[in-house]
Nanobody, 114 residues
Framework: QVRLVESGGGLVQPGGSLRLSCVASGTIISFTTMAWYRQAPGNERELVARVTSAGSTTYVDSVKGRFTISRDTAINRLYLQMNNLKPEDTAVYYC????????WGQGTQVTVSS
């Protein structure tokens, strides 16, 4: 069974940075398109970044130029480097496939506030 575990969130001031990590077990992340999602209170879950099996990346407009999705295939980890964070980035962040979802992990809380 596939298990996804996210970590790296926290409280950060506007303009700060965080690096999120996703450990995947039971699957090989480089074989599929993986993505980072986020869900703020009262909002639907939103896909913010994805990386294909070929390594191509795409981002939602609101994070372009600030977030970078990457992966380490040797240790089967997915990352999201988040720079110049804004209060509107506050959400619980999740990793998963970009299409047919695995069971969701617990997510990691990111709070951007002064």
């Amino acid at each position: 069974q596939v298990r996804l575990v996210e970590s790296g969130g926290g409280l950060v001031q506007p303009g700060g940075s965080l690096r999120l990590s996703c450990v995947a077990s039971g699957t090989i992340i480089s074989f599929t398109t993986m993505a980072w999602y986020r869900q703020a209170p009262g909002n639907e879950r939103e896909l913010v970044a994805r990386v294909t099996s070929a390594g191509s990346t795409t981002y939602v407009d609101s994070v372009k130029g600030r977030f970078t999705i990457s992966r380490d295939t040797a240790i089967n980890r997915l990352y999201l480097q988040m720079n110049n964070l804004k209060p509107e980035d506050t959400a619980v962040y999740y990793c998963n496939r970009a299409d047919t979802w695995y069971p969701w992990g617990q997510g990691t809380q990111v709070t951007v506030s002064s």
